[in-house]
């Protein structure tokens, strides 16, 4: 029993001392973790609560990309980018009756809420603020025209604070771009380079510089939403980069710029409803704005190619109605007399399916492209006539001043609700309808029918049907009667043609 017993104690001697040396352990052990841990505690909050710039990514070569810093491509275009002030004067030559010698007493004026001067003329100066962008270091500035059209006055106030006034070297309103160049003494200035807006991508990211609200050189940042925004009708020619970088009232003119700091865009318009930015800007591309910027300060005006041709949309009812194949193209609805289209043998009813190689898919584009082509530019035409692709070159004469292009939309619907009447020579004085115009005239469209909703309004003369001359109504009938399915209905409005798809 005794030997037993100290085998015992000895026995818990041992797994006492081993329990206490295994708790020193690891007692050891977690005072070692925890330490380790507070070590590194720091670093790891240090690392997550500085600040870091913002970076973004551009292309250094095909299928490469470089980090910039956002802050340091800011820093680099604000000096280019300028405030615009501009001043004019405005008469105004209404106002109440004269009241002869009481309108000038107080009481009187007071009484009657007669305003200051009566009923005589007065001037009132009209201020407005925009923004531009330096271009060039001999002091030229590129602007929007609505920010400075009509001015009677111009100051550019610079980032560095000086400040010089201006002179307006020519303005375009059709694309919404004018000119200015600095006067005195100019030197020092950072023109911005210009970048190639044509390759740019969508999610690109993009900055926009300029004076919003008046408050100051402002920079935002946003991306490339969308390309080639042709139909907004902001201007006679469009082709807008589309970006949600912000863009207010005062930022007009000012840069839109990729992250090489390059000048890719000049900032225009929004689209809201409110007047503020709602997410939606838009930009004249830098490949548009640089060939009628260098046009107005070697000709002082814009030379835009010209091809005398009346051109709309082909809609699924007009595909329909041409038996047409073709997925894209534009239809020709109208060709003026001894222009560069018709001396080149285009016809009405001919489909535009291509130009220059490059297929073509909207009006503005096309229209667009002609322009920036500029006169005496032959150009190659792939056209659709009666089912058979023949190709056309025309050599491209200069845009009447004042003159337009004419566009059309057709509209669907049903024929319905026409009243028709012979185009009488009274008749035509009255609606002042040329004599060379054959058809008959719409007299009446019922609200509400068919023909109402097909787009026809009193005073269109239907010239064809189906290319089928009409000169009387009871022409209309029979070749109304005889067609089928969706009928092409050529109809002249107000100097210009234009065809309307029904379907019988």
Not at 205 to 216: I, M, W
Not at 287 to 301: C, F, K, Q, T, Y
Not at 391 to 413: C, H, I, S, W
Not at 461 to 475: A, C, G, L, P, Y
Request: proline residues 5%.
């Amino acid at each position: 029993m005794k030997t037993s017993l100290s085998t015992v104690i000895r026995l818990a001697v041992t797994a006492l001392s081993l329990t206490f040396a295994a708790a020193a352990c690891l007692s050891s052990q977690r005072t070692s973790d925890a330490g380790a841990r507070k070590e590194d505690l720091p670093s790891r909050v240090t690392a997550a609560l500085l600040p870091a710039p913002a970076f973004a990514q551009t292309g250094s070569g095909p299928g490469k990309t470089a980090d910039v810093v956002l802050a340091d491509v800011a820093e680099r275009v604000v000096p280019s980018v300028v405030n615009i002030s501009s001043e004019k004067v405005v008469r105004e030559t209404g106002g109440p009756p004269d009241f002869g010698p009481l309108q000038n007493d107080p009481f009187f004026r007071h009484f009657f809420g007669l305003p200051e001067g009566g009923g005589q003329p007065r001037e009132r100066r009209e201020h407005s603020l925009g923004s531009g962008v330096i271009v060039s270091d001999k002091g030229v500035v590129l602007t929007n025209n609505h920010v400075i059209e009509n001015a009677d006055q111009i100051r550019v106030g610079l980032s560095d604070g000086r400040e010089f006034e201006a002179t307006i070297v020519g303005r375009d309103p059709d694309s919404d771009l004018g000119v200015l160049q600095l006067k005195g003494e100019v030197k020092d200035l950072r023109p911005l380079p210009f970048g190639d807006s044509s390759v740019l991508r969508l999610g690109d990211v993009v900055l926009a510089v300029g004076n919003p609200f008046g408050v100051g050189q402002t920079v935002t940042m946003g991306i490339v939403s969308a390309k080639g925004r042709a139909s907004v009708g902001i201007v006679e020619y469009e082709d807008f980069i589309q970006t949600d970088a912000a863009i207010n009232p005062g930022n007009s003119g000012g840069a839109l710029v990729n992250m090489r700091g390059e000048l890719v865009g000049i900032n225009t318009a929004i689209l809201s409803r409110s007047g503020g930015y709602q997410g939606i800007g838009f930009a004249i591309p830098v490949n548009m704005a640089r060939p009628i910027m260098e046009g107005i300060l070697s000709r002082g005006r814009v030379l835009r190619g010209w091809l005398g041709v009346a051109i709309q949309e082909v809609t699924p009812q007009l595909k329909e109605a041409f038996a047409l194949t073709e997925g894209t193209g534009i239809l020709v609805s109208d060709v003026t007399a001894d222009g560069p289209a018709a001396k080149a043998g285009l016809k009405r009813g001919d489909v535009i399916l291509s130009l220059d190689g490059q297929k073509v898919e909207s009006t503005a584009r096309f229209r667009n492209a002609i322009a920036m082509a500029g006169p005496d530019k032959e150009v190659t035409l792939e056209v659709l006539r009666d089912g058979a692709r023949r190709t056309v070159k025309v050599k491209l004469g200069a845009k009447p001043v004042g003159g337009q292009q004419a566009r059309g939309d057709a509209p669907e619907g049903k024929l319905g609700g026409l009243s028709l009447s012979e185009l009488t020579p009274a008749l035509r004085r009255q609606h002042e309808i040329p004599d060379d115009i054959p058809g008959v005239l719409v007299a009446d469209v019922e609200v509400g029918s068919a023909a109402a909703r097909a787009g026809f309004r009193p005073g269109d003369v239907i010239m064809e049907v189906n290319r089928r001359v009409v000169k009387t109504v009871r022409d209309f009938n029979e070749a109304f009667q005889q067609s089928k399915g969706v009928v092409a209905v050529l109809v002249h409005r107000r100097g210009s043609t234009l065809y309307l798809a029904l379907r019988k």
